[in-house]
């Protein structure tokens, strides 16, 4: 079975650190997540964040086992095969000792033969029923295992329905405040922002900047060099001043 996306992994974790999210400029994700981290850093909660809780410790506790079916198959396919070369062995030997038998010839040696193969026959119809059993139990195991996977994939479904609600819950929580804080950005029209996060119309830069401006970061947020630039563009206001955070630059920005 191949690995889930890296994207649905990413979803069955807990909500990363609201730094984790805006510790940098650009993000690299959706405005929802950016407004998201943004109010989880205020110490907001969505009203799921127990049943984000449940779901994953539901998955977690889910063990899917692997079963090898192609293993267990093969050995019955092997037991049965040597099950049937020593049938004809032994009804040859049968044979034998009837022919010698006809003509009054020595048999000692043929039933001799002929007895290690009927017991070497016994043990091989012996170990094709004990393989049939195990391939038996190993079906009856992968279909357990089937409904363990099924199980947790509705659960896994379930889990990134309740965490879209929770991001949405949290960003429509503090839109409002993402608009104020799309004031203190330059070049942008609040008006523009609409009433949620679906509605904003602005520059996609633009909202990020202020989704760092209105969260309670512990740590300094890096300014990439398309953020300096965008700022350095449009207004006099440090970096600063527009995140109300301490900024470090990696990059310099050049001169526009």
């Not at 048999?107 to 016994?122: F, K």
């Not at 523009?192 to 309670?216: K, M, Q």
Request: charged share 40%; glycine share 6%.
């Amino acid at each position: 079975m191949t690995g889930a996306p890296a994207s649905d992994e990413a979803e069955k974790r807990p909500s990363p650190a609201p730094e984790a999210v805006l510790d940098q400029v650009p993000t690299g994700t959706s405005l929802r997540r950016e407004l998201a981290a943004a109010a989880r850093s205020r110490g907001r909660e969505s009203s799921v964040r127990d049943d984000l809780g449940r779901l994953r410790e539901e998955i977690a506790a889910i063990g899917v086992e692997s079963v090898d079916l192609a293993g267990a198959r093969q050995r019955v396919a092997e037991a049965s095969g040597e099950e049937e070369r020593l049938k004809e062995r032994v009804a040859a030997l049968r044979g034998d000792v009837r022919a010698r038998r006809a003509v009054e010839a020595e048999t000692d040696e043929a039933l001799g033969d002929l007895e290690s193969a009927a017991a070497e026959l016994s043990n091989a119809q012996t170990e094709r029923i004990a393989a049939e059993q195990a391939l038996e139990r190993a079906r009856e195991r992968a279909a357990r295992a089937r409904d363990e996977r099924e199980r947790r994939l509705e659960l896994e479904d379930r889990l990134r329905n309740r965490r879209r609600e929770a991001r949405h819950e949290l960003a429509i929580d503090v839109y409002p405040a993402f608009r104020d804080g799309l004031a203190s950005v330059p070049g942008v029209d609040p008006p523009r922002a609409g009433a949620g996060p679906s509605e904003y119309e602005g520059p996609r830069l633009a909202a990020s900047l202020a989704a760092v401006r209105i969260a309670d970061l512990d740590a300094a947020v890096a300014l990439g060099v398309e953020a300096a630039r965008w700022l350095a563009e449009r207004g006099e206001r440090s970096p600063e001043a527009v995140l109300d955070e301490t900024v470090v630059r990696p990059d310099r920005a050049p001169d526009p």
